[in-house]
């Protein structure tokens, strides 16, 4: 696992997780989230978890280190983080905020 410290915690990202902790977690029945490639700021008003099924982004923590991020990770965001996505390839992804 690796860790991408920010302001307000730090973003767990687990590089390929194992099918069985996806099931788990049931990742297939989370919403799906889409976005081109772009850049923008975003504060996260809720701890989210997400499964990256397509693309590629940086993520640019408020006072912390970029981190990239894509294609098989399993990233939590922690409540309050304030940062800047740079998107690299289009994005496709289940997410589950709260």
């Known amino acids: 696992?690796?860790?991408?410290?920010?302001?307000?915690?730090k973003?767990?990202?687990v590089r390929e997780p194992r099918q069985s902790d996806l099931d788990t977690l049931k990742v297939k029945s989370w919403s799906i989230w889409t976005k081109e490639v772009s850049e923008f700021p975003w504060?996260?008003?809720?701890?989210e978890?997400?499964?990256f099924l397509e693309g590629a982004v940086v993520v640019i923590p408020e006072g912390g280190e970029?981190?990239?991020?894509?294609?098989?990770?399993?990233?939590?965001?922690p409540k309050g983080m304030q940062c800047t996505w740079r998107g690299i390839k289009p994005v496709k992804k289940h997410y589950r905020s709260g």
């Open 1 to 9: 696992m690796l860790d991408g410290r920010c302001s307000m915690g």
């Open 66 to 77: 970029p981190l990239k991020i894509g294609k098989g990770d399993l990233v939590t965001f």
């Open 11 to 13: 973003v767990k990202v």
């Open 49 to 51: 978890i997400c499964y």
């Open 43 to 47: 504060s996260h008003g809720e701890p």
